[in-house]
C-alpha cells in the first residue's frame, strides 16, 4: 500500500526559508519519480516542482531560482527546500508520485499535505 506523509509546514515570513518532507512507504521508491504540488484556498491544484529517478529536476516558473527538490533513497524520502518565500507560496502541500521513472509520466498517489502560510 503506497503511502506518502508530508511533514515540515508552518509559518514563515516573507523571504524566509522551510524545508518540506516527504516520507514514502509501499512501492520501490528509487524506481519513481515524485513531485510536490500546491493548493492555495478557492485555487486549483498546482505542480510546483519534480525530481525524475535518475536524479533530474523540473519546476514550474512561479519557483524557479527559489525552491529545489531532492531526494534521499537510502530514506524514502523526498525534500522540498523552499527559500525567498512569498505570501503568494501559502497553500497546502502535497507530494506525488509518479506512474514510472519521469516527471512525465502521470502522478497517481498523494500525500495529504503540510500546510505553508508565509505570512508577516
Known amino acids: 500500500q503506497v503511502q506518502l506523509v508530508e511533514s515540515g509546514g508552518g509559518l514563515a515570513q516573507p523571504g524566509g526559508s522551510l524545508r518540506l518532507s516527504c516520507a514514502a512507504s509501499g512501492f520501490i521508491f528509487s524506481t519513481y519519480a515524485m513531485s510536490w504540488t500546491r493548493q492555495a484556498p478557492g485555487k486549483g491544484l498546482e505542480w510546483v516542482i519534480g525530481?525524475?529517478?535518475?536524479?533530474?529536476?523540473q519546476f514550474a516558473d512561479s519557483v524557479k531560482g527559489r525552491f529545489t527538490i531532492s531526494r534521499d533513497n537510502a530514506k524514502n524520502t523526498v525534500y522540498l527546500q523552499m527559500n525567498s518565500l512569498k505570501p503568494e507560496d501559502t497553500a497546502l502541500y502535497s507530494c506525488?508520485?509518479?506512474?514510472?521513472?519521469?516527471?512525465?509520466?502521470?502522478?497517481?498517489?498523494w500525500g495529504q499535505g503540510t500546510q505553508v502560510t508565509v505570512s508577516s
Open positions: 506525488a508520485k509518479h506512474q514510472g521513472w519521469s516527471t512525465r509520466d502521470p502522478r497517481d498517489y
Open positions: 525530481i525524475s529517478s535518475d536524479g533530474s529536476t
